[in-house]
């Protein structure tokens, strides 16, 4: 998620004087994630849920795996009586679903149609590591149904590559490229900034090697430090450094003016899209619509209450065989703490958040919610307020993260 909830007590913090509309909390999720733990390779600055070298327990994830879609599937309901979940959106995250291998993939999606239906038209994206894709993979990813998969190539520059720790080289991700255009899938790009002795004019070698591939969508991260990884570590014992903040805006902007320029619209504070390929997937996130997910570390939301599945996989795939509760954190949010969340990532967008809309979807008058910190923010040149949409400046995404605290 782009940003974190704050967890309440719920008596702090009255209920909002308008009635809130919780249309959310009635809807069926239309949108879900399943979370495939494994790597073969844990990057130095990663944190997320993940096993490498433990593909021992991929039979023992598959069967949690199709355990856990029984509680999905109890909730569903279906017009021709069928426990399926109908679906507007598929993610496949990770670690790495394509380290499953073509096999893997198919029996994942075995079970996966067993509990959840996507539509016709539905959008389903998998992550992958250029090195699995592959003409087989290829094919069974079209055999499953996957329309787009988001390829993490973070970067176009060997050096770069291996100051990220990562296990593949520029040609591994052009090869993966074209291996997916030509089999007519979409294809989303991940690129990294501000890595270990990155410069301003390599992360600008790597936008234009990007653009010369030519996906339809790409996201722009800045490194981050999370603590408990080899990097955080490595950075205590002076052995690597971070960029410069005047560095990592520059890397930023550069990347907004050259991928625009590019015909990539900038649609929200990562993420670059051509005309008709945001991803559908992420946006449900943005609008706060109910989601399902499934597997280790995976987070559900019903738009109110934010459930997270345990972390350690070894641990989630032990409780789901066993009948338990395989649930971590609980995020029980408040009608008015709900908006105030809805606000943020609502203003991570370019679109910004328009007042009516915001008010229908909450319940919650936007001004009552941050009126004060909006007027703040305009008078700083971080945001603009028409009297109907309130929307971040170049200025205001830049530092966007520390406006949040204004809110939350």
Not at 189 to 197: E, F, H, I, Y
Not at 315 to 330: F, H, M, P, Q, Y
Request: proline content about 5%; overall charge negative.
């Amino acid at each position: 998620m782009p940003a974190a909830s704050v967890r309440r007590d719920g008596t702090g913090h009255p209920e909002p004087a308008l009635p809130c509309i919780r249309y959310a909390e009635a809807m069926r999720p239309r949108h879900a994630y399943v979370h495939v733990p494994f790597c073969r390779h844990r990057c130095g600055y990663c944190d997320f849920t993940l096993v490498a070298g433990r593909d021992d327990l991929v039979e023992r994830y598959f069967a949690a795996l199709g355990r856990e879609l029984e509680r999905v599937s109890s909730a569903a309901e279906s017009g021709d009586g069928s426990a399926c979940l109908a679906l507007d959106t598929l993610y496949l995250g990770g670690g790495t679903p394509s380290h499953l291998g073509p096999d893997g993939l198919r029996r994942l999606f075995a079970i996966l149609r067993e509990r959840l239906r996507p539509a016709s038209d539905a959008e389903v994206s998998l992550e992958a590591n250029p090195l699995d894709v592959t003409p087989d993979f290829v094919a069974a990813a079209q055999d499953c149904g996957v329309t787009r998969v988001s390829l993490g190539g973070q970067s176009l520059d060997a050096a770069t590559l291996r100051a990220l720790d990562r296990d593949h080289g520029p040609d591994d991700v052009r090869r993966a490229v074209g291996l997916l255009h030509d089999a007519g899938l979409v294809v989303s790009l991940d690129l990294m900034t501000a890595a270990p002795g990155q410069s301003l004019t390599a992360v600008e070698r790597d936008l234009a090697a990007a653009v010369a591939l030519a996906p339809a969508h790409i996201s722009v991260y800045c490194l981050t430090w999370e603590q408990g990884t080899a990097f955080a570590a490595a950075r205590r014992r002076g052995e690597l450094a971070a960029a410069p903040e005047d560095l990592e805006r520059a890397m930023f902007e550069s990347a907004i003016d050259r991928l625009e320029a590019a015909g990539y619209e900038h649609y929200e504070v990562s993420n670059f899209a051509r005309p008709g390929h945001r991803c559908r997937h992420n946006e449900a996130y943005w609008d706060c619509r109910p989601w399902e997910a499934v597997g280790p570390g995976a987070a559900r939301f019903d738009g109110r209450t934010r459930i997270t599945n345990h972390r350690s996989t070894t641990t989630w795939i032990k409780r789901v065989l066993a009948g338990e509760d395989c649930s971590g954190a609980v995020d029980a949010m408040s009608a008015e703490d709900a908006a105030r969340e809805r606000l943020v990532v609502g203003l991570r967008r370019r679109d910004g958040v328009e007042r009516g809309e915001f008010l229908a979807a909450s319940g919650c008058n936007l001004d009552s919610v941050a009126g004060p910190a909006v007027t703040r923010w305009v008078a700083a040149g971080l945001a603009t307020d028409d009297g109907r949409n309130v929307r971040l400046t170049r200025a205001g995404l830049l530092v966007s993260d520390t406006l949040w605290a204004d809110v939350l």
